[in-house]
């Protein structure tokens, strides 16, 4: 069972990184302009790991706690959800929701 957890763990973090890679495919996404997409490319992504940081990192010192802790994460996945279904992948989207969701029970389920 351990390595289940474990490996639930992972997938949480993968799906953490994911979410980041969607978020910088949005901001170069959002204009024409070559400096622009770079820096929204760039931007949008720091800004999701500066708050993940403060208010949903394990280490944190101000970590939020549950239940402020899911809507922080269901929010920053939600518009994750939203970017790429604007971008036409639906099914992307879908297969990133339904796993964060499936992740997210166990991870309170086993109080990880």
């Known amino acids: 069972m351990e390595i289940i ?10 799906l953490e990184l994911l979410m980041l890679a969607v978020f910088g495919y949005t901001g170069f996404s959002l204009t024409q302009n070559t400096y622009l997409r770079a820096g929204f490319a760039i931007a949008i992504p720091l800004v ?16 939020l706690h549950q239940p402020w ?5 269901a929010i920053l ?21 339904f796993v964060w969701i499936i992740s997210t029970a166990l991870s ?3 109080n990880q």
């Not at 639906?90 to 990133?96: G, N, Q, S, V, W």
């Open 48 to 63: 999701a790991v500066i708050l993940w940081a403060f208010l949903a990192a394990p280490n944190s010192g101000t970590r």
């Open 5 to 14: 957890k474990s490996l639930n763990l992972g997938v949480a973090f993968f």
């Open 69 to 73: 802790l899911l809507l922080f994460q």
């Open 77 to 97: 996945f939600g518009l994750a959800f939203y970017s790429l279904c604007k971008l036409h992948h639906p099914k992307f989207a879908l297969a990133l929701i």
């Open 108 to 110: 309170l389920f086993w």
